[in-house]
């Protein structure tokens, strides 16, 4: 039963064009991004240089596929939690505002299941959308841009990543994001389970990230205890892989503490939804 | 005697304040077309969602089978189909993915074969590839019916099935169901507000009013189904009552005024009491039959509201 169920969950979010709306917004700001670097890429990589080369001879090709796909991630991965919750919020609301979640329930699947099939198809959607983000982000700029080490600006140093270096850790950094999107969609599911529109959870799901990332933000003594208890605080995680040396534990700690949002909220959709009455 | 196919204990249904359904216990044997009547409010949706599990009862249960709904969970579902309100089906799919999906999550394993089967019993075929949003409200209901039968269910619960269709939609339905019922040996219980419909496809009948049971058992006992009521109007005739006591039709007789006569009898003597009108030379303006159903349904619920009504009446006079 579990295996129809999960077919016919993915087999509806792929017969909706909603779902290619994520697919169109990421390939969209990808090739932008990607345009606007092949156009005066160079002018932004001397930008950024101008102080370092003053001390340093740098050479080579800095503005190269990794170096680009880099900043598509710092700009792009903010963003996508609005698409996966696009497809997330709508999973059981949606449905219950369709009317299509009593034919559902009239079928022998259980409660428990069906929020547990949703939940794993709005996470298959949520990897599938990184995939594409790997292939037309990472793929195509070092097609375009080539290879080369990388450079990364931290706050108060600068990391040089050699070449043969740098494939791992995007494997690492999509998946890890993969962690964070799915704690995205989780929440999203959550609110799901208690409305009958798909307005409501998403906009809420927006509004619980948009508020989190200002407390994450915002350098306050008053939102110190909290901050490191936020998954938007361990949602940046994955630009770890890109330090030197990469901080294992701090990012373990943030994939646990994600970890934990998801079963928490996982259990509390199928704890709400299995005593809602469906009344739509 | 046989288990029921589906049985309520004691179902309760509060939302705050307002008793949705109260106390209401029925069994359906199998084989049998139930008929669910009820004026729209009545209780008669929010019931048939907590026989299905959609809704949680505030008390009492449902048993499957004799398997308690709350204990064995959803797995006794595959005993019914159902249709809820009206079919919301998948508009963005086709008729057949509709189906199929649907099929596919009844935990059986069932063919192509059977579901074009079914689409030819609804006569769906060869409208299957189109998607469902382009359907006729008469055509998601068939549909509905396929996807409720898909998976060859013991009961169908079928929720104002006729609802939204034209009168050829309707009587199409009703010939469907009764298929269903005499060829398939399914049992249905169907819920309707529309009485001729009940008392055209029933065999037993439960009529509830503000969510409490009037009365329930087969239909042609509660309703005498082989007589009907007749009523007479005419121009005023003062002696209208002095023909009737002394005629063959006294006995027949339910009201008789000056201007207007009530009789309950069978249709095939209409002809002869037209006759008779005209012999006496009664000044007849209109006769017409009246359902019998609805007549008794009326009278119920008329009680019923004189009943539940009285108290407030007797406060708001000792008020005065």
Same mark, same amino acid.
């Given at each position: 039963m579990w295996m129809p169920l999960l077919r016919a969950e993915l087999y509806k979010i792929f017969k909706k064009p909603r779902t290619y709306l994520g697919f169109g917004v990421i390939a969209a700001v990808t090739l932008v991004i990607q345009l606007a670097m092949y156009a005066n890429g160079q002018s932004f990589v001397d930008f950024v240089l101008q102080g370092i080369q003053e001390q340093f001879d740098v050479e080579g090709n800095i503005l190269n596929g990794y170096l680009v796909t880099y900043i598509i991630l710092n700009l792009l991965l903010a963003q996508v939690p609005l698409l996966v919750a696009l497809v997330a919020g709508d999973a059981l609301a949606g449905e219950a505002g369709a009317g299509t979640l009593r034919l559902l329930l009239t079928r022998p699947i259980g409660r428990t299941r069906l929020v547990l099939a949703k939940f794993t198809a709005s996470s298959i959607y949520a990897i599938l959308l990184l995939l594409w983000l790997a292939v037309i982000g990472l793929g195509l700029s070092l097609?375009?841009?080539?290879?080369?080490?990388?450079?990364?600006?931290?706050?108060?140093?600068?990391?040089?990543?050699?070449?043969?270096?740098?494939?791992?850790?995007?494997?690492?950094?999509?998946?890890?994001?993969?962690?964070?999107?799915?704690?995205?969609?989780?929440?999203?599911?959550f609110f799901s389970a208690m409305a009958a529109n798909a307005i409501g959870p998403i906009v809420s799901t927006m509004g619980v990230i948009i508020l989190m990332t200002i407390i994450t933000n915002l350098e306050l003594p008053l939102f110190q205890a909290i901050k490191p208890f936020l998954f938007t605080t361990h949602m940046v995680a994955w630009k770890g892989f890109f330090n030197e040396p990469v901080p294992y534990g701090a990012m373990l700690q943030s994939a646990l503490i994600m970890l934990a949002y998801i079963l928490v909220l996982l259990g509390a959709t199928i704890f709400v939804f299995k005593r809602k009455d469906i009344q739509t | 005697m046989a288990i029921p196919i589906i049985e309520a204990k004691n179902l309760t249904k509060h939302y705050g304040s307002i008793v949705a359904v109260h106390d209401l216990s029925f069994a359906i044997p199998p084989g049998v077309i139930y008929g669910f009547l009820g004026q729209n409010g009545a209780g008669k949706s929010t019931t048939m969602r907590m026989l299905l599990g959609l809704i949680h009862p505030s008390s009492g249960e449902v048993f499957i089978l004799g398997k308690s709904l709350r204990k064995e969970g959803a797995r006794l579902l595959r005993h019914i189909g159902a249709i809820i309100e009206r079919p919301d089906l998948f508009g963005y799919l086709s008729g057949w993915d509709n189906l199929r999906m649907m099929a596919n999550l009844s935990g059986q394993d069932i063919s192509d074969q059977h579901l074009h089967d079914l689409l030819k019993l609804v006569h769906l075929q060869g409208r299957e590839k189109e998607k469902v949003k382009g359907y006729s409200q008469g055509m998601k209901q068939r549909l509905g019916i396929a996807i409720a039968m898909a998976h060859n269910p013991d009961l169908l619960v079928l929720d104002e099935p006729t609802n939204g269709l034209d009168p050829q939609g309707i009587a199409q339905m009703r010939e469907l169901i009764l298929q269903l019922s005499r060829e398939f040996g399914?049992?249905?219980?169907?819920?309707?507000?529309?009485?001729?419909?009940?008392?055209?496809? &029933? !065999?037993?009948? /439960?009529?509830?009013?503000?969510? %409490?049971?009037?009365?329930?058992?087969?239909?042609?006992?509660?309703?005498? &189904? !082989?007589?009907? /009521?007749?009523?007479?109007?005419? %121009?005023?005739?003062?002696e209208m009552a002095a023909l009737v006591a002394a005629s063959q039709w006294v006995a027949l007789v339910q009201e008789v005024h000056e201007d207007r006569l009530v009789l309950k009898m069978k249709p095939a003597l209409v002809p002869e009491l037209n006759r008779w009108l005209v012999e006496k030379d009664v000044a007849v303006q209109q006769l017409s039959t009246r359902h019998s159903l609805e007549n008794y349904f009326l009278n119920l619920t008329q009680e019923q509201d004189s009943y539940v009504d009285a108290p407030a009446t007797r406060r708001t006079l000792q008020n005065l």
């Amino acid at each position: 039963m579990w295996m129809p169920l999960l077919r016919a969950e993915l087999y509806k979010i792929f017969k909706k064009p909603r779902t290619y709306l994520g697919f169109g917004v990421i390939a969209a700001v990808t090739l932008v991004i990607q345009l606007a670097m092949y156009a005066n890429g160079q002018s932004f990589v001397d930008f950024v240089l101008q102080g370092i080369q003053e001390q340093f001879d740098v050479e080579g090709n800095i503005l190269n596929g990794y170096l680009v796909t880099y900043i598509i991630l710092n700009l792009l991965l903010a963003q996508v939690p609005l698409l996966v919750a696009l497809v997330a919020g709508d999973a059981l609301a949606g449905e219950a505002g369709a009317g299509t979640l009593r034919l559902l329930l009239t079928r022998p699947i259980g409660r428990t299941r069906l929020v547990l099939a949703k939940f794993t198809a709005s996470s298959i959607y949520a990897i599938l959308l990184l995939l594409w983000l790997a292939v037309i982000g990472l793929g195509l700029s070092l097609l375009v841009f080539g290879r080369g080490d990388m450079l990364n600006f931290t706050a108060d140093r600068l990391i040089m990543l050699l070449s043969d270096d740098i494939f791992w850790r995007y494997l690492g950094a999509f998946g890890f994001a993969a962690l964070a999107l799915i704690t995205i969609s989780t929440l999203a599911l959550f609110f799901s389970a208690m409305a009958a529109n798909a307005i409501g959870p998403i906009v809420s799901t927006m509004g619980v990230i948009i508020l989190m990332t200002i407390i994450t933000n915002l350098e306050l003594p008053l939102f110190q205890a909290i901050k490191p208890f936020l998954f938007t605080t361990h949602m940046v995680a994955w630009k770890g892989f890109f330090n030197e040396p990469v901080p294992y534990g701090a990012m373990l700690q943030s994939a646990l503490i994600m970890l934990a949002y998801i079963l928490v909220l996982l259990g509390a959709t199928i704890f709400v939804f299995k005593r809602k009455d469906i009344q739509t | 005697m046989a288990i029921p196919i589906i049985e309520a204990k004691n179902l309760t249904k509060h939302y705050g304040s307002i008793v949705a359904v109260h106390d209401l216990s029925f069994a359906i044997p199998p084989g049998v077309i139930y008929g669910f009547l009820g004026q729209n409010g009545a209780g008669k949706s929010t019931t048939m969602r907590m026989l299905l599990g959609l809704i949680h009862p505030s008390s009492g249960e449902v048993f499957i089978l004799g398997k308690s709904l709350r204990k064995e969970g959803a797995r006794l579902l595959r005993h019914i189909g159902a249709i809820i309100e009206r079919p919301d089906l998948f508009g963005y799919l086709s008729g057949w993915d509709n189906l199929r999906m649907m099929a596919n999550l009844s935990g059986q394993d069932i063919s192509d074969q059977h579901l074009h089967d079914l689409l030819k019993l609804v006569h769906l075929q060869g409208r299957e590839k189109e998607k469902v949003k382009g359907y006729s409200q008469g055509m998601k209901q068939r549909l509905g019916i396929a996807i409720a039968m898909a998976h060859n269910p013991d009961l169908l619960v079928l929720d104002e099935p006729t609802n939204g269709l034209d009168p050829q939609g309707i009587a199409q339905m009703r010939e469907l169901i009764l298929q269903l019922s005499r060829e398939f040996g399914k049992t249905v219980l169907i819920s309707s507000h529309l009485l001729y419909e009940i008392e055209q496809m &029933a !065999d037993q009948m /439960l009529i509830i009013h503000k969510g %409490r049971k009037m009365v329930e058992g087969p239909v042609h006992e509660l309703l005498h &189904a !082989d007589e009907t /009521l007749v009523e007479v109007n005419y %121009r005023p005739h003062p002696e209208m009552a002095a023909l009737v006591a002394a005629s063959q039709w006294v006995a027949l007789v339910q009201e008789v005024h000056e201007d207007r006569l009530v009789l309950k009898m069978k249709p095939a003597l209409v002809p002869e009491l037209n006759r008779w009108l005209v012999e006496k030379d009664v000044a007849v303006q209109q006769l017409s039959t009246r359902h019998s159903l609805e007549n008794y349904f009326l009278n119920l619920t008329q009680e019923q509201d004189s009943y539940v009504d009285a108290p407030a009446t007797r406060r708001t006079l000792q008020n005065l």
